[in-house]
C-alpha cells in the first residue's frame, strides 16, 4: 500500500483499505436495500428513506431543506400535497451517506446527538433512554430510528396514522409504540418475513422481528452500498494513476497553505469534530416548535456547553461535488461560494446571497430568512467564529476544487444494488 506524505506539513495520508470497514452480511444488505426503497417504514406509506438520499442526488436530496411529509416527487422538483401541506421543512441539510460503514463514523447528524459511547447500557448516547436503544447494532442503524419517529420526516402529523398517534403520545418502544408498529407492518409482508427468517436464526424459530432487525439491515445496505474508496484521489494514493497538475496543486494547498485538513483531515477528510464556521442561517432552524424564532445553535443544543454554539460536524469530503448544497443549512448551492465563504468564515453572513440557497417549490409557514433577518442572530453567529483561513487567489481556490473533483467516485453512485424495481409491499419506488 502506498503512502503519500505532504512534504509541507506533518500530515500523511495513507490509501483506504478494507480493515476500516465494519464487515457486511450481503443477504441482510439485501434485504436492507428493500427496505431503503420501501415507503413502509413511514407512517403515510408515502416517504422512503431514498426520497431524501437519492444516488441521482448524491445520496442526498439536492436542496437546501428537504420536504419531508407532504411532498410529492424528488429534490428540486418536489412538490406539496395540497390535501396534506407540509407544516415545515425539515431544519437542516440531508447529509450525505458516503462511507458510513466505516469504523472511525462513530458520530451521526449534524449536531452530534447520536454517539457511541461504551459507557452506556445500549453503547449508544442519545436524546433518548439508554434502556429504549438497546439492540442496535451501532451507530448507523441507531440512526434511522430518527426519521421515522419525526412528524415532519417521515412518521406524519399528529392524528394521520397509527405511527404519528403513537409518536404525539410518546409512545415509541414497547407493544403499540412507534417501532412496534413498523415492525409489525413489515412482519405482515410474506417476503420481508421470508427474508429475516433466512437471516436470523432467533426469528426463524418465532421470535417477532423488532424494529432493531429492521434498522440492522438498513444500516448493512447504507455500508455497501455506498462504500466510496475508488475516486482518482484514491487510486493515486495506490501508485496506479497520477494527477493532473491543478489536482496535485490543489492537494497541496488542502494539506498545506490552505489548512482545510486541520479540521478534514483522515482517509475520509473528516476529524469528526465540530466548527462553529459562520455557516448563514436559513429556514426554521432547530429551535423548539412553540419558539418564534429560527434559531439552530448546533451541537450546544446537545451539550448545553455556551463554547459548543453554533458548531456543527465537520462533513466527510468524499463525493463532495456531487452533494450540493453545502452547510449544515444548505445555504450554498455552490462550491466555489461555499469555499470562499470557509476561508473566511466570520464575514460569510455579511457577504452572503441569498440567491445560493435552493429550495423546491413551496412557501412554508416560517419565513425562511427569518435568522439572517435577526441583527442579534448573525452577531453571534458571526461571533462564535474562531477560525480564519488564509488569502488564496483565484487560481489557487480553482486548484482546490479540482483536487475536490479528484474525491468524486461516481462508481459508488451506480454499482452495486441500486435502486430496485420494485418493493415487497407493492407501494411506489422512487424512481
Same mark, same amino acid.
Given at each position: 500500500m502506498s503512502l503519500w506524505p505532504v512534504t509541507s506539513t506533518s500530515i500523511e495520508v495513507k490509501a483506504v483499505s478494507d480493515d476500516l470497514f465494519v464487515d457486511v452480511d450481503i443477504n441482510q444488505a439485501r434485504l436492507g436495500q428493500l427496505l431503503f426503497w420501501d415507503p413502509i417504514l413511514s407512517g403515510n406509506k408515502n416517504i422512503s428513506c431514498g426520497t431524501c438520499h437519492h444516488p441521482k442526488l448524491g445520496t442526498a436530496d439536492g436542496v437546501s431543506l428537504s420536504i419531508g411529509e407532504g411532498g410529492v416527487g424528488l429534490g428540486a422538483d418536489r412538490g406539496v400535497d395540497e390535501n396534506n401541506l407540509p407544516e415545515q421543512r425539515i431544519p437542516r441539510n440531508a447529509p450525505a451517506l458516503f462511507n458510513l460503514g466505516a469504523k472511525e463514523f462513530t458520530v451521526m447528524f449534524h449536531?452530534?446527538?447520536?454517539? !457511541?459511547d461504551e459507557t452506556k447500557k445500549s453503547g449508544l448516547r442519545t436524546p433518548l433512554d439508554d434502556d429504549m436503544t438497546v439492540g442496535f447494532s451501532g451507530v448507523l442503524s441507531a440512526q434511522s430510528m430518527f426519521p421515522v419517529l419525526s412528524p415532519d420526516e417521515m412518521a406524519?402529523?399528529?392524528?394521520?396514522?397509527?405511527?404519528?398517534?403513537?409518536?404525539?403520545?410518546?409512545?415509541i418502544t414497547g407493544d403499540g409504540g412507534a417501532w412496534d408498529i413498523i415492525s409489525k407492518r413489515v412482519a405482515a409482508i410474506d417476503e420481508y418475513q421470508a427474508m429475516f427468517d433466512a437471516i436470523d436464526p432467533e426469528i426463524a424459530e418465532g421470535r417477532p422481528i423488532d424494529f432493531t432487525d429492521i434498522s440492522d439491515a438498513l444500516a448493512a445496505f447504507i455500508a455497501f452500498e455506498w462504500r466510496s474508496d475508488d475516486s482518482l484521489f484514491d487510486n493515486y494514493l495506490r501508485g496506479n494513476t497520477e494527477l493532473d497538475a491543478k489536482a496535485q496543486s490543489g492537494m497541496d494547498l488542502f494539506y498545506?497553505?490552505?489548512?482545510? !485538513?486541520?479540521c478534514h483531515s483522515g482517509p475520509f477528510q473528516t476529524d469528526h469534530k465540530f466548527h462553529a464556521m459562520g455557516v448563514p442561517q436559513i429556514g426554521p432552524g432547530k429551535a423548539e416548535r412553540f419558539e418564534s424564532h429560527s434559531q439552530d445553535t448546533g451541537r450546544m443544543r446537545v451539550t448545553g456547553k455556551p463554547e459548543d454554539a453554533y458548531a456543527f460536524r465537520t462533513p466527510s469530503l468524499r463525493n463532495v461535488t456531487?452533494?450540493?448544497p453545502y452547510g449544515h443549512s444548505g445555504a450554498y448551492r455552490d462550491l466555489r461560494q461555499f469555499v470562499e465563504a470557509h476561508l473566511e468564515p466570520s464575514t460569510a453572513i455579511e457577504n452572503y446571497d441569498r440567491s445560493e440557497a435552493l429550495f423546491a417549490g413551496y412557501t412554508p409557514p416560517k419565513n425562511d430568512w427569518a435568522a439572517l433577518d435577526d441583527a442579534n442572530e448573525n452577531t453571534a453567529i458571526k461571533s462564535a467564529v474562531s477560525w480564519s483561513g488564509p488569502i488564496l487567489s483565484a487560481d489557487e481556490i480553482d486548484d482546490l476544487l479540482a483536487f475536490l473533483k479528484a474525491l468524486e467516485d461516481e462508481k459508488s453512485l451506480t454499482l452495486r444494488f441500486g435502486?430496485?424495481?420494485?418493493?415487497?409491499s407493492g407501494l411506489p419506488v422512487d424512481k
Amino acid at each position: 500500500m502506498s503512502l503519500w506524505p505532504v512534504t509541507s506539513t506533518s500530515i500523511e495520508v495513507k490509501a483506504v483499505s478494507d480493515d476500516l470497514f465494519v464487515d457486511v452480511d450481503i443477504n441482510q444488505a439485501r434485504l436492507g436495500q428493500l427496505l431503503f426503497w420501501d415507503p413502509i417504514l413511514s407512517g403515510n406509506k408515502n416517504i422512503s428513506c431514498g426520497t431524501c438520499h437519492h444516488p441521482k442526488l448524491g445520496t442526498a436530496d439536492g436542496v437546501s431543506l428537504s420536504i419531508g411529509e407532504g411532498g410529492v416527487g424528488l429534490g428540486a422538483d418536489r412538490g406539496v400535497d395540497e390535501n396534506n401541506l407540509p407544516e415545515q421543512r425539515i431544519p437542516r441539510n440531508a447529509p450525505a451517506l458516503f462511507n458510513l460503514g466505516a469504523k472511525e463514523f462513530t458520530v451521526m447528524f449534524h449536531d452530534g446527538r447520536l454517539e !457511541a459511547d461504551e459507557t452506556k447500557k445500549s453503547g449508544l448516547r442519545t436524546p433518548l433512554d439508554d434502556d429504549m436503544t438497546v439492540g442496535f447494532s451501532g451507530v448507523l442503524s441507531a440512526q434511522s430510528m430518527f426519521p421515522v419517529l419525526s412528524p415532519d420526516e417521515m412518521a406524519g402529523h399528529y392524528s394521520e396514522n397509527d405511527v404519528a398517534k403513537a409518536v404525539r403520545r410518546g409512545l415509541i418502544t414497547g407493544d403499540g409504540g412507534a417501532w412496534d408498529i413498523i415492525s409489525k407492518r413489515v412482519a405482515a409482508i410474506d417476503e420481508y418475513q421470508a427474508m429475516f427468517d433466512a437471516i436470523d436464526p432467533e426469528i426463524a424459530e418465532g421470535r417477532p422481528i423488532d424494529f432493531t432487525d429492521i434498522s440492522d439491515a438498513l444500516a448493512a445496505f447504507i455500508a455497501f452500498e455506498w462504500r466510496s474508496d475508488d475516486s482518482l484521489f484514491d487510486n493515486y494514493l495506490r501508485g496506479n494513476t497520477e494527477l493532473d497538475a491543478k489536482a496535485q496543486s490543489g492537494m497541496d494547498l488542502f494539506y498545506g497553505k490552505a489548512s482545510c !485538513a486541520d479540521c478534514h483531515s483522515g482517509p475520509f477528510q473528516t476529524d469528526h469534530k465540530f466548527h462553529a464556521m459562520g455557516v448563514p442561517q436559513i429556514g426554521p432552524g432547530k429551535a423548539e416548535r412553540f419558539e418564534s424564532h429560527s434559531q439552530d445553535t448546533g451541537r450546544m443544543r446537545v451539550t448545553g456547553k455556551p463554547e459548543d454554539a453554533y458548531a456543527f460536524r465537520t462533513p466527510s469530503l468524499r463525493n463532495v461535488t456531487l452533494t450540493a448544497p453545502y452547510g449544515h443549512s444548505g445555504a450554498y448551492r455552490d462550491l466555489r461560494q461555499f469555499v470562499e465563504a470557509h476561508l473566511e468564515p466570520s464575514t460569510a453572513i455579511e457577504n452572503y446571497d441569498r440567491s445560493e440557497a435552493l429550495f423546491a417549490g413551496y412557501t412554508p409557514p416560517k419565513n425562511d430568512w427569518a435568522a439572517l433577518d435577526d441583527a442579534n442572530e448573525n452577531t453571534a453567529i458571526k461571533s462564535a467564529v474562531s477560525w480564519s483561513g488564509p488569502i488564496l487567489s483565484a487560481d489557487e481556490i480553482d486548484d482546490l476544487l479540482a483536487f475536490l473533483k479528484a474525491l468524486e467516485d461516481e462508481k459508488s453512485l451506480t454499482l452495486r444494488f441500486g435502486v430496485p424495481d420494485t418493493v415487497p409491499s407493492g407501494l411506489p419506488v422512487d424512481k
